[in-house]
């Protein structure tokens, strides 16, 4: 396991006390011939009320984040900040509760092809249905590339170019949705200029994603991703009401609707996009 980041294709996020997820990220990368560095993780707990406050202000058309989302996208933008201080083209991010196919070292140990125009690649899945446009070849001759143009949720697993990580580090001075939102919903993509692809099948997945198989160990620590949750609603208490925004947001959110379908029936109309099942495969 290699602690410098400018010589390796991989990074996976991991908080110190989170021994058994560490040892379970590095047992898979190491039987797949993979060097990788740990990312200590932002331990959400840790955040006092007005560091929350400050990184999530409370305010209509933001997200109030519970401490364990912001902990995570500051994990997250921990791992953007090593990739832009780095020489590597592109690194692929993990977070430490995922299972690797079999085959995944096809994919990263080497990542030259990745397009040099490619800023963000998704390699897990929830194991849903998404619009995808533009199939292309993948690695290797049995996994391919498509766009994606409906929201995906998790950030178990991406592949993010350095001119991007450093994007986005920069622009995530403050936080406004949880990180997985941020990079994979079009609300918040196309403010950013994120033209995301999606690696299918998958070559990894989430723990809570996969209910076919439970392959974390029985002592990997639970997910604090939820934690907080009663100081997140003392913080939602703190928006103000403001009756004109509420109304604004109600007369637009028909339109938005609309405006959505239209984009897929347009993609869909012209022989360009399909709905299509996006798996995990060992």
């Known amino acids: 396991m290699t602690t410098d980041p400018t010589h390796t294709t991989c990074l996976f996020i991991n908080l110190d006390t989170s021994t058994a997820r560490r040892d379970h990220m590095i047992n898979q990368f190491t039987a797949n011939g993979l060097k990788a560095t740990r990312i200590a993780a932002v331990d959400g707990s840790q955040l006092d009320h007005d560091e929350c406050n400050r990184l999530n202000p409370c305010r209509y058309g933001w997200q109030v984040m519970s401490k364990g989302e912001i902990g995570c996208f500051l994990s997250h933008r921990k791992a953007w900040k090593r990739i832009a201080d780095g ?9 430490d509760d995922i299972k690797l196919a079999i085959d995944a070292a096809d994919c990263l140990s080497d990542l030259s092809w990745v397009d040099p125009d490619c800023d963000l690649i998704k390699l897990d899945t ?96 639970i997910s604090a991703i939820n934690a907080g949750r009663s100081a997140t609603l003392a913080r939602k208490k703190q928006i103000k009401p403001n009756r004109l925004n509420k109304l604004r947001r109600e007369l637009s959110r028909p339109f938005i609707r609309l405006a959505n379908r239209m984009e897929t029936a ?14 995990f495969r060992e």
């Open 87 to 95: 020489n590597q083209r592109h690194v692929a991010v993990f977070e």
């Open 126 to 221: 929830s194991e849903g249905k998404m619009l995808i446009t533009d199939q292309r070849d993948g690695p290797g001759r049995s996994r391919s590339l498509v766009r994606i143009h409906s929201a995906a949720i998790s950030t178990a697993g991406y592949i993010i170019s350095r001119h991007c990580a450093q994007r986005l580090f920069d622009a995530t001075k403050t936080l406004p949705a949880p990180v997985d939102l941020y990079l994979f919903n079009p609300k918040y993509r196309k403010q950013h200029r994120l033209t995301p692809w999606q690696l299918m099948p998958a070559i990894c997945v989430q723990q809570a994603a996969h209910e076919t198989e439970y392959f974390l160990s029985g002592d990997a620590e």
């Open 266 to 279: 347009r993609l869909i109309y012209w022989g360009k996009g399909s709905w299509a099942d996006l798996n």
